[in-house]
């Protein structure tokens, strides 16, 4: 079992960056593939971004491509969600999840994540 605590998230003007950290707990961090997930006020959770088990592989949802960049540190058991360029519609609550999976393997399903954080707010004025 691991389990998962967001930080980093705040208030930040349009245009901005900001760097969310998701520290987990146990020894088997090394095992789990990583995904972020936001869901904006009133809507579904919605994948942002995964990572592999050793951090190799990635992928994002279109609407972040070339402005978030999720990597993952297993000696430190944590997982980052750069974030650059920021727009009023990232608004949402960020959570960060781990999923049991292979090797190489980048989760991007929902339900295929089994152990999730309580969330981190991200609000991005205009």
């Known amino acids: 079992q691991v389990q998962l605590a967001e930080s980093g998230g705040k208030l930040v003007q349009a245009g901005g960056s900001l760097r969310l950290s998701c520290a987990a707990s146990?020894?088997?961090?090394?095992?789990?593939?990583m995904g972020w997930f936001r869901q904006p006020p009133g809507k579904e959770r919605e994948f942002v971004a995964g990572?592999?088990?050793?951090?190799?592989?990635?992928d994002y949802a279109d609407s972040v491509k070339g402005r978030f960049t999720i990597s993952k540190d297993n000696a430190k058991n944590t997982v980052y969600l750069q974030m650059n360029s920021l727009k009023p519609e990232d608004t949402a609550v960020f959570y960060c999840?781990?999923?049991?999976?292979?090797?190489?393997?980048?989760?991007?399903?929902?339900?295929?994540?089994?152990?999730w954080g309580q969330g981190t707010q991200v609000t991005v004025s205009s």
């Open positions: 990572i592999s088990r050793r951090g190799v592989r990635t």
């Open positions: 146990g020894r088997t961090f090394s095992t789990y593939a």
């Open positions: 999840a781990a999923a049991e999976t292979l090797t190489g393997i980048v989760v991007t399903t929902r339900a295929a994540y089994k152990y």
